[in-house]
């Protein structure tokens, strides 16, 4: 599921490009692709009798987990496409996986082991292969990269507390649908909320752009982010964020494919890299309530016996 989940993600970037070329940007792209869901997510709920109520922790976990971390994400990371290439935001921000490991070690005490940390290693030297620094920023200064390197690390720190907040919270249990549904809505509504003083929602694109959009909106608010919510409840988080490096790999062949880029003997030695990642990750795939740290000694304790 969670696999399924990357190439989801992997593949949008290539829809997304199109979009920018029409007139979208960042901010309509946030907001279109969590609201365009929406209605196919309440009509999937009607349908499969989904209950539509919300407990007052529930709403406030959507709220800050979902526009707090996962609406922020995606605004920095097509927010830094300005500033440099897409190849140097997609490297920094694929330092998630680093990041969620660190955040689960530091909060929850939950060890990493040595398939894990050889995982992480693998991972990271082969998303330094798929940064492309040479030419990709446009040959701009340190100075004019900078916002743009600091987005796009936020982005992914953002995102690791994404991953994490949803394995150690509520929403973990919660129906994948609905969590979808509601927190594409809440997304919806802070990006509309910050487009008032930034104006930048283009409410008028062009029929082939929202076409586009609606199929990012329905691969990744749809059916990456619930596949993607319950490979976190299988795996843990920072398992399943070294299974999500699968995204990289799936945008760099769909660039290859579909936009004629090149595919460089250092771009397919980051795929390999990548590829041994997820490997050496598969065999530290332990149910998340099995995996738990020192702070919940007496499930370990349990599981050992």
């Known amino acids: 599921m969670t696999c399924v989940s990357a190439m989801l993600f992997g593949i949008t970037p290539v829809l997304a490009s199109k979009t920018y070329e029409m007139g979208s940007n960042a901010l309509t792209l946030t907001f279109y692709r969590n609201l365009l869901a929406v209605p196919v997510l309440l009509i999937l709920m009607a349908v499969r009798k989904i209950p539509f109520g ?44 680093l990041f969620t490991a660190l955040l689960c070690l ?5 060890r990493m082991g040595l398939r894990k940390c050889i995982a992480l290693a693998l991972a990271i030297a082969g998303v330094g292969c798929f940064a492309g620094f040479s030419g990709s920023s446009g040959g701009g200064s340190l100075r004019s990269m900078l916002p743009g390197l600091i ?7 953002t995102y690791s507390g994404y991953m994490t907040g949803i394995e150690h919270t509520e929403l973990k249990e919660m129906n994948p649908t609905k969590v979808s549904c509601y927190m594409g809505l809440s997304n919806a509504l802070i990006i509309l909320l910050l487009n008032l003083p930034l104006r930048q929602i283009n409410f008028f694109l062009p029929p082939k752009a929202m076409a586009y959009t609606f199929i990012i909106s329905i691969c990744t608010s749809f059916f990456a982010f619930a596949l993607l919510q319950l490979g976190i409840r299988e795996l843990g988080a920072s398992t ?3 299974f999500c490096l699968l995204e990289p790999i799936t945008s760099v062949l769909s660039g290859w494919l579909l936009l004629g880029e090149a595919m460089t003997p250092v771009k397919a030695c980051g795929c390999l890299l990548v590829l041994g990642a997820v490997a050496a990750a598969m065999g530290d795939t332990k149910p998340a309530s099995e995996s738990e740290g020192t702070s919940d000694g007496n499930k370990n304790e349990k599981s050992l016996s």
């Open 240 to 242: 399943a964020a070294i």
């Open 54 to 97: 919300l407990t007052g922790k529930q709403t406030v976990l959507l709220s800050t987990i979902g526009g707090g971390l996962r609406a922020t994400t995606t605004f920095m990371l097509y927010a830094s496409y300005t500033y440099i290439g897409i190849g140097t935001a997609t490297t920094l921000h694929f330092l998630y996986p």
């Open 106 to 110: 530091l909060l929850f005490h939950q």
């Open 151 to 157: 987005l796009a690390v936020a982005s992914s720190m």
